[in-house]
């Protein structure tokens, strides 16, 4: 067996389909000449996956912003905010791969699931995140950093345009459409109707975790 999947291995053919998968797990569009690069690390280095990732990390390909933004799939979105938050709620993550339908080991064919975008910007992805943010609603504040809820800040027109870009980036790592920042605004000015400092950040970031963005 093991000699089986050493030959496997060695195939250009098991290159060229590993290499497609991983670079279109990291981005949306990817080149032939990221491609050319990515299974010729492969093949020398007879898959080292690290050497693939820092490859990656390293291309013109990954900064250029004329690419589209990725979307996370079900399982990365529970686990990429948790490891921000500090928190650790493995089952919540499981629940929220359930029920989207996209659970890690669930995929009938070893091809595994689809890395498109459209994969993953259908309505009940979108309503699970938003059961999955307010299931742990308590939990998200440490998303947002602290002096950024002083009630003052909240209540001051131009103070609060500067809170509405720092808590998008610190929970979203992007910035908002116009819709969305319409839609904060709104509950950013319900937050600053809250005396507890907590509940304020607790309800700005998981209102940003619920957002399509």
């Known amino acids: 067996i093991i000699q089986l999947q050493e030959m496997l291995a060695s195939r250009p053919e098991t290159a060229a389909f590993i290499c497609d998968k991983l670079a279109k797990h990291y981005l949306v569009q990817t080149t032939a000449e990221l491609q050319e690069r990515l299974q010729t690390q492969f093949l020398e280095s007879r898959g080292d996956f690290s050497r693939l990732i820092d490859t990656i990390a390293r291309s013109d390909e990954l900064m250029l912003r004329s690419i589209e933004p990725k979307f996370l799939q079900p399982v990365e979105f529970g686990i990429a ?10 089952w919540s993550v499981i629940n929220l791969g359930d ?28 309503l699970q995140k938003w ?13 947002v950093f602290w002096p950024w809820c002083d009630l003052e800040r909240l209540n001051d027109p131009t103070q609060r345009v500067e809170v509405e870009n720092l808590v998008s980036m610190s929970v979203l790592r992007c910035s908002l459409s116009e819709k969305s920042r319409t839609a904060l605004k709104r509950v950013m000015e319900q937050a600053s109707t809250i005396k507890d400092h907590n509940k304020r950040r607790q309800l700005l970031a998981t209102f940003v975790l619920m957002l399509p963005e």
């Open 81 to 90: 905010h948790q490891r921000t938050a500090g928190v650790s709620h493995p």
């Open 99 to 126: 029920r989207a339908g996209r659970n890690l080991f669930d995929r009938a064919s070893p091809d595994g699931y689809p890395d498109n975008n459209a994969e993953y910007a259908g309505s009940n992805f979108q």
């Open 131 to 143: 059961r999955y943010a307010k299931e742990l609603e308590g939990h998200w504040g440490n998303l």
